[in-house]
């Protein structure tokens, strides 16, 4: 009788327990599009993106063009030159990769950039959430715009609003995705 109580009990415990865990979510690409540091900050980002993605361009048609240049001359080079101009290039694309990796690689310039950025206004953000979540008692606040698949939210758990008034940015109504 022991062994069909008790897990009995624990299941009821279990089910009345998760039944009084509140829940809500947000959006946090909403949230951020609703920040003016954060639009100014992502247009930073995507000017410095640019004029690197322009001069990484140049490079590249540039070092084109000098292979362009050496295949054309090739069989009119003797073997030391061929060898001096394929060391070139072999230079120049090699000095492309570094440029690329530097301005655009996991620890580079745009990446630190980014860092020094965004993630303030993330922390900003984190924290607005964390009030909301404290002062209506959740459990727990999903993000809807991260990796975490939602098939249907009820518009009543959505915090979003209520995270952009915490952050003291009054919710604009007619850019909000998804009808809220």
């Known amino acids: 009788m022991k062994k069909f109580i008790l897990p009995v009990l624990f299941i009821t415990a279990t089910a009345l327990s998760a039944s009084a865990q509140k829940f809500g979510f947000v959006d946090t690409d909403y949230i951020l599009s609703q920040m003016p540091s954060y639009r100014s900050a992502q247009s930073t980002l995507d000017q410095l993106s640019a004029e690197w993605q322009a001069e990484a361009d140049k490079k590249k048609q540039s070092l084109d063009l000098m292979f362009r240049e050496y295949k054309a001359e090739e069989m009119l080079l003797t073997p030391q030159q061929r060898k001096e101009r394929e060391n070139i290039i072999v230079q120049k694309e090699q000095e492309l990769n570094?440029?690329?990796?530097?301005?655009?690689?996991?620890?580079?310039?745009l990446f630190k950039?980014?860092?020094?950025?965004?993630?303030p206004i993330q922390d900003k953000v984190f924290e607005a959430v964390q009030k909301v979540a404290k002062d209506q008692a959740l459990d727990f606040i999903f993000d809807k715009s991260s990796d975490l698949i939602m098939l249907y939210t009820n518009v009543r758990f959505d915090k979003s609003d209520e995270v952009l008034e915490a952050l003291g940015i009054a919710p604009q109504e007619e850019v909000k995705p998804g009808n809220r």
Do not use: N, V
């Open 98 to 109: 570094a440029f690329r990796e530097q301005k655009f690689g996991y620890q580079g310039e």
């Open 113 to 119: 950039k980014r860092e020094e950025l965004i993630k």
